[in-house]
Structures are given as structure tokens and as C-alpha cells.
């Protein structure tokens, strides 16, 4: 790799660091290259991203951004899984770290704050962005369909008591 690529990394890195909502540093103990697949797509399918990344040229790019504090966690082979929703990628690499013991969680930060593996397994419990709109609209509608739901119902038994009147006088 020379120069101008490193400097494309950093920038391209730097990039992301300034658009996500979370960074969960990873570190790879031979994980296979079907594994690796398998991740990735599990990352992709989530709304988040992993990359391997050089640790000095991570630590370039994490300067003047929120994830300064996670530069000492870069050593060794290590990789980013970031993702914009802040549960997203905690979530994935949570639940791909169960199924392999290849694939160990270092810790990783979510915005200023510097989170340890156990923070970012705390992270990965918590419910993702689109479950917590769900949530809410769910919330904010049920009144509403009550409210529709009463005002419904006294005209629904007043048509009741004139079809059984018109039922009566029929028979």
C-alpha cells in the first residue's frame, strides 16, 4: 500500500467515524474465510458494516472524532463493526460472537462514550432504533383507536335496537 492509498484509507475512515452512531472494535482469532463471509453478511443485513482496518491508519483516522478514546484498544488483529443506528452493529457481532469463539469483543465507543465488551454486550440487549419507532407508534396510536373505537360504539347499539324493532314488527 503506498502513501496516496493510506492516505484514501484514513480519509475514507475518517469519513465513517464522523457519520456513525457506534464503533465496536473486534478482534479476529482466526476466523475462516466463510466465517468471515458470514459475518459480513450478517453486518450488511443489519445496516452496519465491518472492516479490517490497519490499526496505526485507524488511529489516524479516529483523531478529532468522537472515537479518540478507543484508540488503545487498537492492537493486535483487530476489526470496526460501525453502524449509523447505535444497537445495530453492537447487536450483530454480539450475536455472531456466540455462535464462535474465533471472534472476540475488545469493546468499542458509542459517540464520546468509551464502552468495555460488556458494555457493548449491555448495548446489543437493548432494542434497535426501528423497534423503539414501533414502539411509539403503537403507543401514540392506541388512544386514538379507542377514542374511534367509543365513538363508534353508541351508534353501533342504536342500529342494533332499530334492527331488532324493525325484526320485531316484521315477524
Given amino acids: 500500500m503506498d502513501r496516496s492509498q493510506k492516505a484514501e484509507s484514513v480519509a475514507s475512515l475518517n469519513a ?21 463471509t458470514a459475518l459480513r453478511t450478517k453486518m450488511r443485513d443489519a445496516g452496519a ?22 484508540g488503545d ?5 483487530t476489526a ?7 444497537v445495530a452493529a453492537a447487536k450483530a ?9 474465533k471472534l ?24 434497535s432504533l426501528d423497534q423503539l419507532r414501533a414502539t411509539l407508534i403503537g403507543l401514540v396510536q392506541a388512544p386514538a383507536t379507542k377514542i374511534a373505537q367509543l365513538t363508534v360504539a353508541p351508534a353501533a347499539k342504536l342500529a342494533r335496537v332499530f334492527n331488532a324493532y324493525a325484526e320485531k314488527e316484521a315477524a
Fill in 16 to 36: 465513517v467515524f464522523n457519520q456513525v452512531g457506534v464503533v465496536v472494535v473486534t478482534r479476529n482469532l482466526g476466523l475462516s474465510v466463510a466465517q468471515s
Fill in 93 to 101: 457481532v454480539v450475536d455472531f460472537a456466540k455462535t464462535t469463539d
Fill in 104 to 127: 472476540e469483543i475488545v469493546g468499542g465507543a458509542m459517540g464520546a462514550q468509551v464502552l468495555n465488551a460488556e458494555g457493548i454486550k449491555a448495548l446489543a440487549a437493548m432494542p
Fill in 73 to 77: 484498544m487498537l492492537t493486535g488483529p
Fill in 80 to 86: 470496526l463493526a460501525t453502524s449509523v443506528d447505535p
Fill in 49 to 70: 458494516a465491518y472492516k479490517v482496518a490497519k490499526n496505526r491508519l485507524a488511529k489516524l483516522a479516529i483523531a478529532d472524532t468522537n472515537y479518540e478514546g478507543i
